[in-house]
């Protein structure tokens, strides 16, 4: 059975500040994937990694995939207070469907 | 183009009454999704439809759930004699297939109380 695991759970950094989330998962992965949530609201896509080593930025978020590993990370480099949300990573294997971890709620405070 | 859209938005019912959620996908996406999301997790895989039928049903939680998509496109799913652990936010999503490197696009969600 496919289980993702992020840590934190919660995350409280100061503005300008740098920090990572890890996403963790229990097997073969074909798709992983990093999504945004604001409070009330739908996901919002962020970021598709596919290959072992994949690296993806956008603004002040970068995302890369270990296969071997099973590891993802989601890295924030001086953090906005805009970039405060609920980050969820989601994984895909086979024909299994999508699986999401429990998701890290960042809080960026002045 | 237009994105996945969900009907309604919010969804207030009493315990054992039937609602049902609408799903209108992105126009060409064959495949469609149902998730729920109870608060403080993260969603959780209800359904799938590759065309009209349910590939993997696997995530319904009970018999009181059931989900239909008769002509491929529009999707409705429903619960039965609700109950107050069904309150979460329901959502859904569409891609142009199953599997493969087709990803899926989320709608904004019908949140729905049971009192």
């Known amino acids: 059975e496919l289980k993702v695991e992020q840590n934190p759970l919660f995350l409280s950094m100061q503005e300008g500040k740098n920090y990572t989330i890890y996403c963790n998962y229990s097997?073969?992965?074909?798709?992983l994937y990093w999504y945004r949530q604001d409070p009330g609201k739908s996901l919002e896509s962020l970021f598709v990694?596919?290959?072992?080593?994949a690296v993806k930025q956008e603004g002040r978020l970068m995302a890369s995939l270990d296969t071997k590993a099973r590891l993802s990370t989601l890295h924030i480099t001086a953090a906005v207070h805009d970039l405060s949300a609920t980050y969820f990573c989601?994984?895909?294997?086979?024909?299994?469907?999508?699986?999401f971890g429990k998701g890290t709620r960042l809080s960026v405070i002045a | 183009g237009a994105g996945v859209s969900q009907t309604p938005s919010n969804k207030v019912t009493e315990k054992g009454k039937y609602v049902e959620l609408r799903c209108d996908p992105i126009?060409?996406?064959?495949?469609l999704y149902w998730y729920r999301q109870s608060l403080g997790q993260g969603p959780e895989f209800l359904i799938y439809f590759q065309g009209t039928g349910a590939a993997d049903d696997s995530g319904l939680p009970n018999d009181r759930f059931f989900a239909v998509r008769p002509e491929g496109s529009v999707s409705t799913l429903k619960i039965q004699r609700t109950e107050r652990g069904d309150s979460a936010m329901y959502l859904c999503?569409?891609?142009?297939?199953?599997?493969?490197?087709?990803?899926?696009?989320f709608g904004p969600g019908t949140r729905l109380t049971v009192t």
């Open positions: 126009s060409g996406h064959t495949a």
């Open positions: 989601a994984v895909e294997s086979g024909n299994t469907p999508l699986v």
């Open positions: 999503a569409s891609s142009l297939g199953s599997g493969g490197p087709y990803e899926q696009y």
């Open positions: 990694l596919l290959s072992n080593g």
């Open positions: 097997t073969t992965s074909d798709r």
